[in-house]
Protein backbone atom coordinates (compact mmCIF):
# COMPACT_ATOMS: atom_id res chain seq x y z
CA UNK A 1 0.00 0.00 0.00
CA UNK A 2 1.29 3.55 -0.49
CA UNK A 3 2.61 5.70 2.46
CA UNK A 4 3.21 8.72 3.42
CA UNK A 5 7.17 8.11 2.98
CA UNK A 6 7.33 6.17 -0.56
CA UNK A 7 5.56 9.12 -1.85
CA UNK A 8 7.71 11.81 -0.71
CA UNK A 9 10.99 9.20 -1.71
CA UNK A 10 9.32 9.21 -5.48
CA UNK A 11 9.76 12.89 -5.23
CA UNK A 12 13.24 13.24 -3.74
CA UNK A 13 14.71 10.89 -5.84
CA UNK A 14 12.49 10.28 -9.11
CA UNK A 15 11.47 6.21 -8.22
CA UNK A 16 9.98 4.98 -10.73
CA UNK A 17 7.09 2.22 -10.41
CA UNK A 18 6.52 -1.01 -11.59
CA UNK A 19 4.13 -3.49 -11.37
CA UNK A 20 5.86 -5.68 -8.70
CA UNK A 21 6.47 -9.65 -9.35
CA UNK A 22 6.09 -11.58 -6.91
CA UNK A 23 4.17 -15.13 -7.03
CA UNK A 24 1.31 -16.68 -5.11
CA UNK A 25 1.98 -16.97 -1.35
CA UNK A 26 3.23 -20.35 -1.37
CA UNK A 27 4.97 -20.16 -4.39
CA UNK A 28 8.55 -19.63 -2.64
CA UNK A 29 8.81 -22.93 -0.92
CA UNK A 30 8.53 -26.71 -1.96
CA UNK A 31 5.67 -28.74 -0.91
CA UNK A 32 7.85 -30.60 1.88
CA UNK A 33 9.45 -27.32 3.11
CA UNK A 34 12.80 -29.66 4.33
CA UNK A 35 15.83 -27.49 2.96
CA UNK A 36 19.45 -28.49 4.08
CA UNK A 37 20.63 -25.25 5.38
CA UNK A 38 23.29 -26.78 7.76
CA UNK A 39 25.99 -24.25 8.28
CA UNK A 40 28.78 -26.72 8.86
CA UNK A 41 31.17 -25.72 6.11
CA UNK A 42 31.49 -22.39 7.21
CA UNK A 43 31.30 -22.47 11.13
CA UNK A 44 33.63 -24.60 12.02
CA UNK A 45 35.11 -27.83 11.25
CA UNK A 46 33.88 -30.34 14.42
CA UNK A 47 33.51 -33.96 14.08
CA UNK A 48 30.43 -35.72 14.11
CA UNK A 49 30.24 -37.26 17.98
CA UNK A 50 29.03 -40.39 17.51
CA UNK A 51 25.25 -40.98 18.95
CA UNK A 52 24.67 -37.76 20.26
CA UNK A 53 25.17 -34.48 18.48
CA UNK A 54 25.23 -30.80 20.06
CA UNK A 55 23.25 -29.02 17.34
CA UNK A 56 22.92 -24.88 18.37
CA UNK A 57 20.48 -23.05 18.12
CA UNK A 58 21.23 -19.03 17.66
CA UNK A 59 18.09 -17.04 18.05
CA UNK A 60 16.68 -13.52 18.43
CA UNK A 61 13.88 -11.88 17.95
CA UNK A 62 11.45 -8.50 17.19
CA UNK A 63 14.02 -6.94 15.45
CA UNK A 64 11.67 -4.41 13.63
CA UNK A 65 14.40 -2.99 10.74
CA UNK A 66 16.57 -2.06 13.12
CA UNK A 67 20.05 -2.07 10.75
CA UNK A 68 21.39 1.08 12.85
CA UNK A 69 22.29 1.08 16.11
CA UNK A 70 19.26 2.10 18.09
CA UNK A 71 19.60 4.81 19.95
CA UNK A 72 18.96 6.26 23.26
CA UNK A 73 16.74 3.59 26.00
CA UNK A 74 16.16 1.67 23.06
CA UNK A 75 19.70 0.83 22.07
CA UNK A 76 20.64 -0.30 25.91
CA UNK A 77 20.37 -3.71 27.40
CA UNK A 78 20.48 -3.94 31.80
CA UNK A 79 22.98 -5.80 33.05
CA UNK A 80 23.02 -7.63 36.32
CA UNK A 81 26.65 -6.90 38.21
CA UNK A 82 28.36 -9.55 40.25
CA UNK A 83 27.07 -6.99 43.38
CA UNK A 84 23.86 -7.11 42.48
CA UNK A 85 24.07 -3.75 40.72
CA UNK A 86 22.81 -3.05 37.26
CA UNK A 87 24.09 -0.82 34.60
CA UNK A 88 23.24 0.09 31.32
CA UNK A 89 25.41 -1.51 27.68
CA UNK A 90 24.85 -0.61 24.50
CA UNK A 91 23.79 -2.50 22.45
CA UNK A 92 22.46 -3.59 18.49
CA UNK A 93 22.93 -2.66 15.33
CA UNK A 94 22.76 -5.45 12.68
CA UNK A 95 26.75 -4.98 11.98
CA UNK A 96 27.18 -5.67 15.33
CA UNK A 97 24.64 -8.53 15.02
CA UNK A 98 26.27 -10.27 12.30
CA UNK A 99 29.88 -9.66 13.81
CA UNK A 100 28.07 -11.78 17.00
CA UNK A 101 26.12 -15.04 15.44
CA UNK A 102 29.10 -14.85 12.82
CA UNK A 103 31.66 -15.15 15.99
CA UNK A 104 29.10 -17.36 17.64
CA UNK A 105 28.76 -20.07 14.82
CA UNK A 106 32.58 -20.80 15.03
CA UNK A 107 33.40 -24.16 16.45
CA UNK A 108 30.00 -25.25 15.71
CA UNK A 109 29.47 -27.31 12.96
CA UNK A 110 25.55 -28.17 13.44
CA UNK A 111 24.47 -24.15 13.81
CA UNK A 112 21.06 -23.40 12.58
CA UNK A 113 20.07 -19.56 13.18
CA UNK A 114 16.18 -18.60 14.25
CA UNK A 115 14.01 -15.94 15.16
CA UNK A 116 10.85 -15.15 16.35
CA UNK A 117 9.16 -12.74 13.76
CA UNK A 118 8.72 -8.82 13.83
CA UNK A 119 12.25 -8.93 12.09
CA UNK A 120 10.21 -6.22 9.76
CA UNK A 121 7.45 -3.80 10.36
CA UNK A 122 7.38 -0.32 12.60
CA UNK A 123 11.03 0.08 11.45
CA UNK A 124 13.21 3.15 11.53
CA UNK A 125 13.57 5.35 8.10
CA UNK A 126 16.47 3.36 6.75
CA UNK A 127 14.53 0.12 6.69
CA UNK A 128 10.85 1.47 6.37
CA UNK A 129 11.51 4.10 3.71
CA UNK A 130 11.59 1.17 1.83
CA UNK A 131 9.31 -1.46 2.61
CA UNK A 132 11.61 -3.19 4.56
CA UNK A 133 13.54 -4.45 2.06
CA UNK A 134 16.73 -3.39 3.50
CA UNK A 135 16.56 -5.46 6.52
CA UNK A 136 15.17 -9.03 4.42
CA UNK A 137 18.52 -8.21 2.68
CA UNK A 138 20.45 -8.05 6.29
CA UNK A 139 19.07 -11.12 7.41
CA UNK A 140 19.48 -13.04 4.18
CA UNK A 141 23.43 -12.12 4.36
CA UNK A 142 23.36 -12.95 8.37
CA UNK A 143 22.22 -16.29 7.39
CA UNK A 144 19.10 -16.75 8.78
CA UNK A 145 17.72 -20.04 8.43
CA UNK A 146 13.85 -19.82 9.75
CA UNK A 147 11.61 -17.52 11.30
CA UNK A 148 7.89 -17.41 12.27
CA UNK A 149 5.80 -14.09 11.40
CA UNK A 150 4.90 -11.69 14.09
CA UNK A 151 1.74 -9.22 14.19
CA UNK A 152 4.10 -6.25 12.33
CA UNK A 153 4.91 -8.35 9.41
CA UNK A 154 0.74 -7.80 8.63
CA UNK A 155 1.34 -4.28 8.95
CA UNK A 156 1.05 -3.94 5.14
CA UNK A 157 -1.32 -7.02 4.73
CA UNK A 158 -1.05 -10.26 3.55
CA UNK A 159 -0.01 -9.49 -0.53
CA UNK A 160 3.30 -7.15 0.65
CA UNK A 161 4.29 -9.76 3.50
CA UNK A 162 4.45 -12.67 0.32
CA UNK A 163 6.60 -9.88 -1.53
CA UNK A 164 8.94 -9.99 1.43
CA UNK A 165 8.91 -13.76 0.87
CA UNK A 166 9.27 -13.87 -2.77
CA UNK A 167 10.68 -10.88 -3.84
CA UNK A 168 9.62 -8.76 -6.86
CA UNK A 169 10.01 -5.32 -7.05
CA UNK A 170 7.45 -3.11 -4.97
CA UNK A 171 3.81 -2.16 -7.16
CA UNK A 172 3.47 1.52 -6.06
CA UNK A 173 7.26 2.27 -5.32
CA UNK A 174 8.64 0.02 -7.96
CA UNK A 175 12.26 -0.82 -7.70
CA UNK A 176 14.62 1.30 -5.87
CA UNK A 177 17.88 0.66 -7.66
CA UNK A 178 18.82 1.06 -11.32
CA UNK A 179 18.90 -2.65 -12.26
CA UNK A 180 19.01 -4.82 -9.15
CA UNK A 181 15.28 -6.47 -8.40
CA UNK A 182 14.22 -7.41 -4.92
CA UNK A 183 14.64 -11.13 -4.73
CA UNK A 184 13.44 -11.80 -1.40
CA UNK A 185 13.72 -13.67 1.66
CA UNK A 186 15.89 -16.32 1.29
CA UNK A 187 14.14 -18.14 4.90
CA UNK A 188 11.10 -19.31 4.65
CA UNK A 189 8.42 -17.01 7.23
CA UNK A 190 6.36 -19.59 9.07
CA UNK A 191 2.62 -18.65 9.90
CA UNK A 192 0.97 -21.97 10.70
CA UNK A 193 -1.51 -20.20 12.82
CA UNK A 194 -2.93 -17.69 10.12
CA UNK A 195 -5.27 -19.25 7.29
CA UNK A 196 -6.72 -17.42 4.37
CA UNK A 197 -10.24 -17.21 5.75
CA UNK A 198 -11.66 -18.91 2.05
CA UNK A 199 -9.75 -21.53 1.50
CA UNK A 200 -8.78 -22.60 5.08
CA UNK A 201 -5.07 -23.00 5.00
CA UNK A 202 -1.81 -21.30 5.82
CA UNK A 203 -1.21 -18.19 3.78
CA UNK A 204 2.55 -19.54 4.09
CA UNK A 205 4.35 -22.51 5.38
CA UNK A 206 3.81 -24.14 8.53
CA UNK A 207 6.87 -25.30 9.46
CA UNK A 208 10.32 -25.91 7.82
CA UNK A 209 12.73 -28.58 8.68
CA UNK A 210 16.52 -27.92 9.07
CA UNK A 211 18.77 -31.06 8.35
CA UNK A 212 22.74 -31.15 8.47
CA UNK A 213 24.46 -34.34 8.03
CA UNK A 214 21.52 -37.00 9.17
CA UNK A 215 20.04 -34.51 11.75
CA UNK A 216 16.80 -32.87 11.34
CA UNK A 217 14.76 -30.48 13.45
CA UNK A 218 11.80 -28.95 12.79
CA UNK A 219 10.41 -25.94 13.43
CA UNK A 220 6.59 -24.44 13.30
CA UNK A 221 6.03 -20.54 13.21
CA UNK A 222 2.94 -18.87 15.10
CA UNK A 223 2.18 -15.56 15.85
CA UNK A 224 -0.45 -14.53 18.85
CA UNK A 225 -4.06 -15.24 18.14
CA UNK A 226 -4.29 -11.93 19.33
CA UNK A 227 -2.50 -10.30 16.31
CA UNK A 228 -6.13 -9.38 14.41
CA UNK A 229 -6.26 -6.97 18.00
CA UNK A 230 -2.73 -4.94 17.32
CA UNK A 231 -3.06 -4.20 13.71
CA UNK A 232 -5.16 -2.28 11.43
CA UNK A 233 -8.19 -4.14 9.82
CA UNK A 234 -6.26 -3.74 6.50
CA UNK A 235 -3.35 -5.52 7.15
CA UNK A 236 -5.63 -8.54 8.54
CA UNK A 237 -8.38 -8.19 5.77
CA UNK A 238 -9.32 -11.80 4.81
CA UNK A 239 -6.97 -13.91 7.15
CA UNK A 240 -7.91 -15.89 9.87
CA UNK A 241 -5.73 -16.09 13.05
CA UNK A 242 -5.72 -19.62 15.39
CA UNK A 243 -4.64 -20.78 19.22
CA UNK A 244 -1.14 -20.94 19.50
CA UNK A 245 -1.58 -23.98 21.28
CA UNK A 246 -3.71 -26.02 19.27
CA UNK A 247 -1.39 -25.14 16.33
CA UNK A 248 1.53 -25.83 17.40
CA UNK A 249 0.38 -29.73 18.70
CA UNK A 250 -1.60 -30.24 15.12
CA UNK A 251 1.88 -29.74 13.49
CA UNK A 252 3.97 -31.06 15.84
CA UNK A 253 1.85 -34.51 15.10
CA UNK A 254 2.40 -33.67 11.70
CA UNK A 255 6.20 -33.58 11.39
CA UNK A 256 6.54 -36.80 14.13
CA UNK A 257 4.57 -38.59 11.57
CA UNK A 258 6.97 -37.62 8.95
CA UNK A 259 9.88 -38.68 11.03
CA UNK A 260 10.79 -35.57 12.72
CA UNK A 261 11.20 -35.71 16.40
CA UNK A 262 13.58 -33.12 17.75
CA UNK A 263 11.00 -29.72 17.31
CA UNK A 264 11.32 -26.45 18.08
CA UNK A 265 8.14 -23.62 18.27
CA UNK A 266 8.75 -20.26 16.71
CA UNK A 267 6.16 -18.34 18.62
CA UNK A 268 5.56 -14.32 18.36
CA UNK A 269 4.30 -14.27 21.88
CA UNK A 270 6.13 -13.59 25.21
CA UNK A 271 6.29 -12.98 28.59
CA UNK A 272 7.10 -10.30 31.31
CA UNK A 273 10.47 -10.91 33.20
CA UNK A 274 10.71 -10.65 36.88
CA UNK A 275 14.33 -8.63 36.26
CA UNK A 276 14.75 -5.86 33.48
CA UNK A 277 18.03 -7.57 33.49
CA UNK A 278 18.95 -9.90 30.29
CA UNK A 279 20.94 -12.10 33.02
CA UNK A 280 18.79 -12.94 35.64
CA UNK A 281 18.02 -16.46 37.01
CA UNK A 282 14.70 -17.05 35.70
CA UNK A 283 14.34 -19.92 37.40
CA UNK A 284 14.65 -18.83 41.00
CA UNK A 285 13.28 -19.85 43.07
CA UNK A 286 11.90 -22.70 40.72
CA UNK A 287 11.87 -23.49 37.32
CA UNK A 288 10.12 -20.56 35.75
CA UNK A 289 9.09 -18.79 38.46
CA UNK A 290 11.16 -15.25 37.20
CA UNK A 291 8.62 -14.99 34.61
CA UNK A 292 5.21 -14.21 33.57
CA UNK A 293 2.27 -13.87 30.70
CA UNK A 294 0.41 -15.19 28.29
CA UNK A 295 3.67 -17.71 27.12
CA UNK A 296 4.01 -19.68 30.44
CA UNK A 297 -0.05 -20.67 30.19
CA UNK A 298 1.03 -21.31 26.22
CA UNK A 299 3.86 -23.32 27.39
CA UNK A 300 2.65 -25.22 29.61
CA UNK A 301 -0.44 -25.85 26.74
CA UNK A 302 1.99 -27.25 23.97
CA UNK A 303 2.81 -30.89 23.71
CA UNK A 304 6.35 -32.78 25.05
CA UNK A 305 7.03 -33.49 21.16
CA UNK A 306 7.92 -29.55 20.91
CA UNK A 307 11.59 -29.73 22.30
CA UNK A 308 12.54 -25.69 22.96
CA UNK A 309 10.56 -22.10 22.63
CA UNK A 310 11.66 -19.26 21.24
CA UNK A 311 9.76 -16.34 21.92
CA UNK A 312 9.04 -12.79 21.13
CA UNK A 313 6.68 -9.70 20.89
CA UNK A 314 6.96 -8.24 24.67
CA UNK A 315 10.66 -7.30 23.64
CA UNK A 316 11.68 -8.75 26.74
CA UNK A 317 15.06 -11.28 27.34
CA UNK A 318 14.58 -14.34 29.29
CA UNK A 319 15.84 -17.62 29.40
CA UNK A 320 13.00 -19.81 31.66
CA UNK A 321 12.95 -23.77 32.26
CA UNK A 322 8.74 -24.17 32.37
CA UNK A 323 7.79 -27.46 32.47
CA UNK A 324 5.71 -29.30 29.46
CA UNK A 325 2.49 -30.89 30.54
CA UNK A 326 3.84 -33.99 30.92
CA UNK A 327 6.47 -32.55 33.70
CA UNK A 328 10.03 -32.10 32.08
CA UNK A 329 12.29 -29.25 31.83
CA UNK A 330 11.79 -27.43 28.24
CA UNK A 331 13.22 -23.86 27.47
CA UNK A 332 11.46 -20.91 26.75
CA UNK A 333 13.44 -18.05 25.22
CA UNK A 334 13.38 -14.73 24.65
CA UNK A 335 16.43 -12.15 23.42
CA UNK A 336 14.91 -8.62 23.95
CA UNK A 337 14.38 -6.25 20.95
CA UNK A 338 16.31 -4.57 18.06
CA UNK A 339 18.85 -7.36 17.90
CA UNK A 340 20.14 -6.12 21.03
CA UNK A 341 20.83 -9.99 22.36
CA UNK A 342 20.70 -12.86 20.76
CA UNK A 343 19.94 -16.67 22.53
CA UNK A 344 22.43 -19.17 22.11
CA UNK A 345 21.08 -22.80 23.02
CA UNK A 346 22.09 -26.25 22.79
CA UNK A 347 20.37 -29.16 21.80
CA UNK A 348 21.59 -32.64 22.44
CA UNK A 349 20.14 -35.00 19.07
CA UNK A 350 19.92 -38.31 19.81
CA UNK A 351 20.50 -40.29 16.50
CA UNK A 352 19.09 -43.35 17.38
CA UNK A 353 15.83 -41.68 19.04
CA UNK A 354 16.04 -38.50 16.45
CA UNK A 355 14.81 -36.61 19.27
CA UNK A 356 16.59 -33.49 21.64
CA UNK A 357 17.97 -34.84 25.08
CA UNK A 358 16.03 -32.85 27.33
CA UNK A 359 17.72 -34.11 30.46
CA UNK A 360 20.42 -35.41 31.86
CA UNK A 361 20.21 -38.58 33.07
CA UNK A 362 21.16 -40.44 30.58
CA UNK A 363 24.04 -38.94 28.53
CA UNK A 364 25.77 -36.23 31.02
CA UNK A 365 24.02 -33.56 29.00
CA UNK A 366 20.87 -31.16 29.01
CA UNK A 367 19.01 -28.21 27.01
CA UNK A 368 21.48 -25.09 27.65
CA UNK A 369 20.48 -21.56 27.18
CA UNK A 370 21.91 -18.32 27.34
CA UNK A 371 21.05 -14.82 26.45
CA UNK A 372 24.38 -12.39 24.97
CA UNK A 373 24.85 -9.12 24.49
CA UNK A 374 25.33 -7.69 20.53
CA UNK A 375 28.05 -5.26 22.13
CA UNK A 376 28.87 -2.73 20.17
CA UNK A 377 32.64 -3.02 21.24
CA UNK A 378 33.61 -5.46 18.79
CA UNK A 379 34.32 -5.15 15.03
CA UNK A 380 31.68 -4.33 12.54
CA UNK A 381 31.09 -6.72 9.98
CA UNK A 382 31.98 -5.03 6.47
CA UNK A 383 29.17 -6.31 4.26
CA UNK A 384 26.37 -4.86 7.05
CA UNK A 385 28.51 -1.74 6.44
CA UNK A 386 28.63 -1.26 2.92
CA UNK A 387 24.57 -2.23 2.96
CA UNK A 388 23.60 0.52 5.64
CA UNK A 389 26.04 3.02 3.62
CA UNK A 390 24.16 2.20 0.06
CA UNK A 391 20.72 2.29 1.39
CA UNK A 392 21.77 5.25 3.48
CA UNK A 393 22.41 7.20 0.30
CA UNK A 394 19.09 6.40 -1.21
CA UNK A 395 17.49 7.42 2.06
CA UNK A 396 19.87 10.95 2.49
CA UNK A 397 17.43 13.46 0.47
CA UNK A 398 14.43 12.74 2.82
CA UNK A 399 15.93 11.16 6.07
CA UNK A 400 18.63 14.34 6.70
CA UNK A 401 15.46 17.14 6.73
CA UNK A 402 15.44 19.11 10.14
CA UNK A 403 11.71 19.31 11.36
CA UNK A 404 12.23 20.87 14.44
CA UNK A 405 14.69 21.15 18.52
CA UNK A 406 14.58 19.23 21.57
CA UNK A 407 16.34 20.95 24.64
CA UNK A 408 16.68 17.54 26.09
CA UNK A 409 15.88 13.58 25.40
CA UNK A 410 12.06 13.13 25.31
CA UNK A 411 11.41 9.48 26.28
CA UNK A 412 9.07 7.40 24.47
CA UNK A 413 9.37 4.30 24.34
CA UNK A 414 12.64 4.19 26.79
CA UNK A 415 10.62 5.91 29.62
CA UNK A 416 9.41 2.54 31.68
CA UNK A 417 5.96 4.59 32.49
CA UNK A 418 2.45 4.31 31.74
CA UNK A 419 2.30 7.99 30.77
CA UNK A 420 5.43 9.01 28.33
CA UNK A 421 6.44 12.66 27.92
CA UNK A 422 6.44 11.40 24.05
CA UNK A 423 3.85 10.10 24.00
CA UNK A 424 2.21 13.20 25.39
CA UNK A 425 3.80 15.08 22.56
CA UNK A 426 2.20 13.19 20.25
CA UNK A 427 -1.34 13.68 21.57
CA UNK A 428 -0.64 17.55 21.85
CA UNK A 429 0.55 17.67 17.87
CA UNK A 430 -2.01 15.51 16.82
CA UNK A 431 -4.66 17.74 18.82
CA UNK A 432 -3.17 20.72 17.29
CA UNK A 433 -3.56 19.12 13.64
CA UNK A 434 -7.35 18.39 14.72
CA UNK A 435 -7.93 21.58 15.51
CA UNK A 436 -6.70 23.08 12.96
CA UNK A 437 -9.62 20.71 10.79
CA UNK A 438 -11.86 21.45 13.30
CA UNK A 439 -11.89 24.05 15.93
CA UNK A 440 -14.10 22.01 18.09
CA UNK A 441 -11.57 19.61 18.90
CA UNK A 442 -10.97 19.00 22.70
CA UNK A 443 -8.89 16.05 23.69
CA UNK A 444 -6.42 13.54 21.81
CA UNK A 445 -5.32 10.15 22.86
CA UNK A 446 -2.92 8.13 21.76
CA UNK A 447 -2.08 4.44 22.11
CA UNK A 448 1.30 3.48 23.93
CA UNK A 449 2.63 0.81 21.13
CA UNK A 450 2.90 3.50 18.48
CA UNK A 451 5.70 5.50 19.65
CA UNK A 452 8.43 3.53 18.66
CA UNK A 453 11.21 5.40 20.54
CA UNK A 454 12.69 7.96 22.15
CA UNK A 455 13.92 11.14 21.11
CA UNK A 456 17.23 12.15 21.75
CA UNK A 457 19.14 15.08 21.63
CA UNK A 458 22.63 14.15 20.85
CA UNK A 459 22.87 14.52 17.09
CA UNK A 460 22.92 11.00 15.35
CA UNK A 461 24.95 12.37 12.24
CA UNK A 462 26.15 15.56 11.40
CA UNK A 463 22.62 17.42 12.13
CA UNK A 464 24.15 18.90 15.15
CA UNK A 465 22.67 18.63 19.03
CA UNK A 466 18.71 18.99 19.74
CA UNK A 467 17.88 19.10 16.05
CA UNK A 468 15.09 15.95 15.26
CA UNK A 469 15.35 15.02 11.76
CA UNK A 470 12.66 13.56 9.31
CA UNK A 471 14.39 10.45 10.14
CA UNK A 472 14.59 10.56 13.57
CA UNK A 473 10.56 11.34 13.69
CA UNK A 474 9.62 8.82 11.28
CA UNK A 475 11.63 6.30 13.70
CA UNK A 476 8.75 7.67 16.50
CA UNK A 477 5.84 7.57 14.68
CA UNK A 478 6.56 5.17 11.33
CA UNK A 479 2.87 3.34 10.59
CA UNK A 480 1.20 5.36 8.18
CA UNK A 481 -1.72 5.86 10.81
CA UNK A 482 -3.66 9.00 9.55
CA UNK A 483 -5.18 11.35 12.66
CA UNK A 484 -8.82 10.89 12.74
CA UNK A 485 -11.72 13.20 14.38
CA UNK A 486 -15.03 11.53 15.73
CA UNK A 487 -17.36 12.76 18.18
CA UNK A 488 -17.79 10.87 21.38
CA UNK A 489 -20.49 10.65 24.70
CA UNK A 490 -18.59 11.33 27.86
CA UNK A 491 -19.88 8.35 28.32
CA UNK A 492 -18.03 7.16 25.81
CA UNK A 493 -14.73 8.80 26.64
CA UNK A 494 -14.97 7.55 30.21
CA UNK A 495 -15.37 4.20 28.78
CA UNK A 496 -12.36 3.90 26.69
CA UNK A 497 -10.06 5.15 29.74
CA UNK A 498 -11.74 2.46 31.80
CA UNK A 499 -10.79 -0.06 28.40
CA UNK A 500 -6.86 0.66 29.46
CA UNK A 501 -7.16 -1.77 32.26
CA UNK A 502 -10.23 -3.95 31.93
CA UNK A 503 -11.41 -6.43 29.60
CA UNK A 504 -8.50 -7.55 26.92
CA UNK A 505 -6.05 -4.96 28.32
CA UNK A 506 -6.90 -6.11 32.38
CA UNK A 507 -3.47 -8.50 32.76
CA UNK A 508 -1.56 -6.00 30.52
CA UNK A 509 -2.72 -2.34 30.34
CA UNK A 510 -2.58 -0.13 27.34
CA UNK A 511 -2.44 3.47 28.84
CA UNK A 512 -3.39 5.84 26.27
CA UNK A 513 -1.75 9.30 26.20
CA UNK A 514 -3.51 12.32 26.63
CA UNK A 515 -3.46 15.88 25.36
CA UNK A 516 -3.03 18.73 27.40
CA UNK A 517 -5.72 19.58 29.30
CA UNK A 518 -6.80 15.79 30.38
CA UNK A 519 -6.19 15.05 33.32
CA UNK A 520 -7.31 11.74 35.87
CA UNK A 521 -6.25 9.23 38.45
CA UNK A 522 -5.43 5.82 37.63
CA UNK A 523 -5.23 3.66 41.24
CA UNK A 524 -3.94 0.30 39.93
CA UNK A 525 -4.55 -0.70 43.84
CA UNK A 526 -7.86 -1.87 42.21
CA UNK A 527 -8.73 -4.18 39.50
CA UNK A 528 -10.45 -3.88 36.43
CA UNK A 529 -12.50 -0.62 35.77
CA UNK A 530 -12.25 0.64 38.79
CA UNK A 531 -8.96 1.62 38.55
CA UNK A 532 -10.10 4.47 36.81
CA UNK A 533 -10.80 6.97 39.04
CA UNK A 534 -14.21 8.60 37.30
CA UNK A 535 -14.53 11.37 39.67
CA UNK A 536 -11.27 13.01 38.89
CA UNK A 537 -11.45 12.70 34.91
CA UNK A 538 -11.35 16.47 34.20
CA UNK A 539 -10.74 18.27 30.92
CA UNK A 540 -9.55 21.38 31.00
CA UNK A 541 -10.29 21.67 34.81
CA UNK A 542 -14.18 20.66 34.17
CA UNK A 543 -15.60 17.58 34.66
CA UNK A 544 -16.30 15.35 32.24
CA UNK A 545 -19.87 15.20 31.18
CA UNK A 546 -21.51 11.66 30.49
CA UNK A 547 -24.25 13.19 27.83
CA UNK A 548 -21.87 15.68 26.24
CA UNK A 549 -20.73 15.43 22.68
CA UNK A 550 -16.80 15.93 22.77
CA UNK A 551 -14.60 15.90 19.05
CA UNK A 552 -11.69 13.55 20.22
CA UNK A 553 -8.17 13.23 17.99
CA UNK A 554 -6.74 9.93 17.88
CA UNK A 555 -4.78 7.91 15.21
CA UNK A 556 -7.08 5.77 12.53
CA UNK A 557 -5.82 2.41 14.24
CA UNK A 558 -7.62 3.38 17.13
CA UNK A 559 -10.32 4.97 15.12
CA UNK A 560 -10.81 1.51 14.08
CA UNK A 561 -11.16 0.22 17.42
CA UNK A 562 -7.44 -1.45 17.80
CA UNK A 563 -6.09 -2.32 21.44
CA UNK A 564 -9.20 -3.28 22.68
CA UNK A 565 -10.31 0.53 22.74
CA UNK A 566 -14.11 -0.22 21.18
CA UNK A 567 -15.28 2.60 22.71
CA UNK A 568 -12.84 4.61 20.29
CA UNK A 569 -14.12 2.43 17.42
CA UNK A 570 -17.79 3.62 18.01
CA UNK A 571 -17.00 7.42 17.21
CA UNK A 572 -19.14 9.30 15.27
CA UNK A 573 -19.02 11.93 12.63
CA UNK A 574 -15.55 10.84 11.29
CA UNK A 575 -13.22 13.07 9.60
CA UNK A 576 -9.73 12.00 8.81
CA UNK A 577 -7.00 14.23 8.79
CA UNK A 578 -3.37 13.73 7.50
CA UNK A 579 -0.97 10.93 8.34
CA UNK A 580 0.33 11.10 12.14
CA UNK A 581 4.12 11.94 11.13
CA UNK A 582 2.85 14.98 9.16
CA UNK A 583 1.17 16.02 12.00
CA UNK A 584 4.39 15.44 13.87
CA UNK A 585 6.45 17.55 11.77
CA UNK A 586 4.55 19.95 11.31
CA UNK A 587 4.19 20.52 15.29
CA UNK A 588 7.57 20.53 16.15
CA UNK A 589 8.32 22.53 13.41
CA UNK A 590 5.67 25.19 13.75
CA UNK A 591 6.83 25.26 18.27
CA UNK A 592 10.30 24.73 18.36
CA UNK A 593 13.38 26.49 17.29
CA UNK A 594 17.10 26.75 17.32
CA UNK A 595 16.77 29.49 20.24
CA UNK A 596 13.28 27.92 21.57
CA UNK A 597 13.61 23.89 21.31
CA UNK A 598 10.81 21.88 22.49
CA UNK A 599 11.71 20.60 26.04
CA UNK A 600 10.15 17.19 27.27
CA UNK A 601 6.48 17.32 28.76
CA UNK A 602 6.24 16.53 32.34
CA UNK A 603 4.31 13.84 31.64
CA UNK A 604 1.75 14.67 34.80
CA UNK A 605 -1.18 14.21 33.36
CA UNK A 606 -2.25 10.64 34.85
CA UNK A 607 -1.38 10.49 38.77
CA UNK A 608 -0.56 7.41 39.28
CA UNK A 609 -1.73 5.03 42.74
CA UNK A 610 0.12 1.92 43.69
Request: hydrophobic fraction near 35%.
Amino acid sequence: MPTRTNRRLRTALGAVATLATAGALMAALPASAAHDRGHGSGHGHGQDSGRYQDVQLLSFNDFHGNLEPPAGSSGQVTEKQADGTTKQVDAGGVEYLATSLRTARKGHPYSVTAAAGDLIGASPLLSGLFHDEPTVEAMNKLDLDVTSVGNHEFDEGATELARMQNGGCNPTDGCYEAGKKFKGADYPYLAANVTDEKTGKPILKPYYVWKHKGVKVGFIGVTLEGTPNIVSASGVKGLKFHDEIETVNKYAKILDKQGVKSIVALIHEGGAPASSAYNYDCDSPGAGDGVSGPIVDIAKGITPKVDALVTGHTHNAYVCTIPDPAGNPRMVTSASSYGKLYTDTTLTYDRRTKDVVRTAVKTGKSVKSANHVVSRTQDKAADMTALIGRWNKLAAPVANQAVGYISADIQGRGAGTPEEPLGDLIADAQLAHAKSLDPKASLALMNPGGVRSDLVHKASGAEGDGVVTYGEAFTVQPFSNTVNLVDLTGAQVVQALQQQVSGSNEASPKILQPSAGLTYTLDMTKSGAARVVTDSIRLNGAAIDPAATYRVAMNSFLAGGGDGFAALGAGTNPLVGADDLKAFNDYLTANSSAANPIAPPKADRITIVK
